[in-house]
């Protein structure tokens, strides 16, 4: 496996440059946490302390303390993103425990997508979606600044349709 330079300086011109994701999408993801952990605890707390009696609102607590943890993992499967553009292909690496390295040749590209939902679109983020004539390649790079997503787009379709055109 080739590894790069992460910063994207004195990187030997046969070895990748890895890029990372926005910090963005840490933000979107912690918010949406926060929101479902504030939800689940509203409910394990209220539901059983009417039902079951007060001490039972404690459960409450669960909810929270599963978000405390996890709150950390999101950092740590932020910080595993990362792609990088090579002269024939394009790599996506990801994973904490078990990492993911995707290999999406250039010339395999049939359809390169970006995508924004509203949620995205409010904290200045897109998506990149490849698509290749077998789906277990398909591959996503989220938490993209827009700019960046529609330039990555527009360089991987041009790419593939010359790979695709034998150029």
């Known amino acids: 496996m080739e590894t790069g330079s992460l910063d994207g300086t004195g990187a030997p011109a046969d070895q990748p440059v890895w890029r990372r994701l ?5 933000r979107v993801r912690r ?6 952990a504030g939800v689940f605890a509203v409910a394990a707390g209220l539901l ?11 459960c409450a607590l669960l909810p929270l303390v599963c978000a405390a943890t996890c709150w950390r993992l999101l950092e740590r499967n932020w910080r595993s993103w990362r792609y990088a553009e090579r002269a024939d292909d394009l790599l996506i690496s ?4 078990w990492r993911e390295e995707t290999v ?3 010339g395999r590209m049939q359809l390169v997508e970006v995508t924004s ?5 409010r904290f200045g983020l897109a998506t990149v979606q490849l698509h290749t004539a077998a ?6 790079i989220p938490g993209l600044d827009p700019a960046e997503a529609e330039r990555l787009r527009d360089r991987l379709t041009e790419l593939g349709e010359a790979r695709s055109a034998g150029l």
């Open 48 to 58: 059983p302390g009417l039902f079951a009696g007060p001490a039972w609102a404690a």
């Open 104 to 106: 999406v040749p250039y």
């Open 22 to 26: 926005e910090p963005g999408l840490l």
């Open 94 to 97: 990801r994973g904490v425990l």
């Open 117 to 121: 939902g509203p949620l995205e679109r």
């Open 31 to 36: 918010l949406l946490l926060a929101v479902w």
């Open 135 to 140: 789906a277990a390649t398909d591959a996503t």
